[in-house]
C-alpha cells in the first residue's frame, strides 16, 4: 500500500486517522475512535490487511465520510444542570477538557481561570501540573494564561525551558516538570474574563490537531461558561434580594417597636433607631434585631421572607 497514516482530530473533536498517498492527496479516512490507541490499533490492523481488500473494515472514503452527530454540547449541559455552583461546574469542565486533547504526553492537565469584578477569581484544574502553572502566573504575574487573558489570543509554548517570553516562570515551571502549555482565552460576556491553559510534562506535546482541538473545545466551553455565568448572576441577585427583604421585614418590625414606645411616626422612628446605630456603630439591620430581641426576650431572633 503506497502513502502513510496521519492521526488527527476533527471539528467534532473525534480521534480519527487517514491515509495519505505520496503526493499528500487524501486516499481514506477512518472512522472515529475513542482515543490514540485505539486508533493505531486500527493503523496496524489496516497495515496488515493491506492487499486483501480488508482496508474497507477500517477506512471509507472522504467524499462518502458520514460525521456522527456530536455530544460534547449534551455532556456540558448536564454539567450545568446537575452542578448547583459554578465553581463545581468549571472544576468539572477542566476535566472535559483534559479528556478532550488527548495529547502524547502522559500526564495533560487543564486548568480554568475566571475573573469577575467584585468577585473572588474562580480557579479550577483537573490535576497538579495546572494547578502549578496558575500559582506561578499569580506569583510572578507573567505567563501563557496572562498573555492569552491580556492580549485575547491562543498562546502555545513547545518547550519552556528554552522560551523567553516568560523568563522567571519559565524556569521555575521546568524545575515543577512543567514543559508545553497551550493557552485559549475563553469569550464571556461584559466585564469578565476567562482563560483555559493546558499543561504537559513532556516538550512539543500539543501537535497542531492538538491545538485546533483545544481551540474547538474552548468555543463550545465559552458557549457553556456564559450561560453558567447569566444563571449564576441570576441566582445571587434573587439571593440579593431575598437577603434585602429579609433585612427590611426586621428594621420595619423594630420601628414598630420604637414608634410604640416614643409614641411618634415611621419618619421619626427610623431616624431615632438610624441615630442610635450610627452612635454605636452598629449596622442598621443589626440594632433593630437587638431592639426586637429586648421586647421579645428572645436573642435569637429570625426573620424569613418566604416569596
Known sequence: M??????????????????????????????????KRAAADAIIQVRECAGTG???DHC????????????????????????????DFVENLTAVGANIVNCDSSDTACG??????????????SGLLARSLDQLEDDFKQGPNLTALIEQRTVHASDLS????????????????????????LEVEGPNQAVMG???LTSDAFSRNDIYAAEAFAEEASR??????????????????????????????ALGVVMSQNHCDHD?????????ASSRNLKLRDLAASVIASVSGDTNVYFHFDP
Open 112 to 125: 480554568i481561570s475566571i475573573n469577575r469584578p467584585k468577585k473572588h477569581p474562580i480557579k479550577a484544574s
Open 54 to 56: 480488508l482496508i474497507q
Open 224 to 253: 457553556m461558561l456564559r450561560s453558567a455565568l447569566r444563571i449564576t448572576k441570576l441566582t445571587e441577585t434573587v439571593h440579593d434580594l431575598y437577603a434585602a427583604l429579609e433585612h427590611r421585614t426586621v428594621i420595619d418590625s
Open 162 to 185: 528554552g522560551d523567553d517570553r516568560w523568563p522567571r516562570l519559565a524556569r521555575s515551571a521546568t524545575e515543577r516538570g512543567i514543559r508545553s502549555c497551550l493557552s485559549i482565552p
Open 60 to 87: 471509507r472514503k472522504t467524499t462518502t465520510m458520514a460525521v456522527p452527530k456530536p455530544d460534547l454540547a449534551l455532556e456540558l449541559e448536564d454539567l450545568i444542570l446537575n452542578d448547583g455552583k459554578l465553581e
Open 198 to 200: 493546558l499543561t504537559a
Open 268 to 276: 421619626t422612628a427610623f431616624k431615632i433607631l438610624r441615630s442610635a
Open 2 to 35: 503506497a502513502g502513510h497514516f496521519e492521526l488527527f482530530t476533527d471539528d467534532q473533536f473525534h480521534i480519527r486517522f487517514q491515509l495519505l498517498a505520496p503526493d499528500g492527496s487524501v486516499l481514506a479516512v477512518s472512522g472515529p475512535f475513542g482515543d
